[in-house]
């Protein structure tokens, strides 16, 4: 489902720039679904709810936390709907009675923006008596298909060893954004809306959010959600380490290494690297000479390509966003996104000594880290 096209692609109803509790008919309550998209924030805005949910109780709404949550997410959810038949005590059963709580509850996981539209329905089975509404931030594409190579780096991807192999990889994604779930914006759009209806799905822009004076928290909280509260506590969100070149290919060639081993990599390896990259570097010298390595592609935030992809996606849903959509490229100052990587290929060939120096940490990697590892106890 698609919203009727506009003259405008920045054009926006009365409707969408209202913030969603000022939707609500007084005295109901309803549940707000934050479902990415990655990238985006998602981990800023998670972490200060976690940080004040005494404050958000008392002004009405409830931030599930704890159990059956590890961290400060709700990422069983994705996690459980995505299985084809969910266990009985799952723990979607938690968040199926948290239905009969008397105050609004927001539910916040990045990854359910990219389930297939049938198991994003069941969210609203979880609560089928209330009002429920999605939220989705979208970003400009050059900065997202930057963040989402790395982010994929650190969830165990490697792409080609071959540079000219891996620089046509990259190539082929910015070509064609939509050949990737995760940065098909028209489809991920498509499915909210055919699920939560035109009056409840939300987008925001998110560099536009990032723009604004207010805090990125705050932001959500007034300008999204429809809520004012004194006092917060924004001092201490959680931070995503920042994955510079160095890091970023040492984990890539880390990834490399485990699946030599026959073994899939995953976040635990970013883990391991980011904790003992001082360490590793120290031990195996030649990674500084990576910078001798480096490759890369630089993305201008008017490529044509992506700006007319960004075109055609803000003239269907412009609607429903709740800010001004970051939709007109040609007025705004071009900023150049670069897109880095080392050809591992040749340092491999030049620097045969540093894998064999580096195998031992990837083994303890490995041995300390992996849930392959631990499955094995």
Known sequence: MKSEQNSDPCARNSTSATAILKRIPHGRHATIFHLGTKKTGTTYIQSLAKNNLDLLFKQGILYPSGFPEIAFAHHSIPRELSQRSPAENSSLEYYRRLALERTHVLISAEDLIYLEESRLRALLDLHPNRPCFAVVYFRSLPGYLRSLIQEDIKHGWTGPFDSSKYAQRIKSIIDNPKSMNTSDYEAMASRVVNVFGSDRSIFVSYDNARDEETDFFLYFLEKVIGVQISNLDIAKPFQNEHMGFH???????????????????????????????????????????????????????????????????????????????????ENKEAKTVEIEWADLDLFSKNHPSALKILGPFVDECIKKFSPHAKNKK
Request: proline residues 2%.
């Open 247 to 329: 890091k970023q290919e040492i984990n890539r060639l880390f990834n490399f290494m485990i699946k030599w081993r026959g073994i899939n990599s995953g976040t635990w390896a970013f883990e391991y690297v980011i904790r003992n990259s001082s360490r590793i570097k120290e031990h195996v010298l030649e990674l500084n000479r990576l910078n001798l390595y480096r490759n890369s592609l630089k993305i201008d935030s008017k490529f044509e390509l992506l700006s007319q992809i960004e075109r055609q996606f803000y003239r269907n849903f412009g609607n429903f966003f709740i800010n001004i959509p970051s939709c007109n490229p």
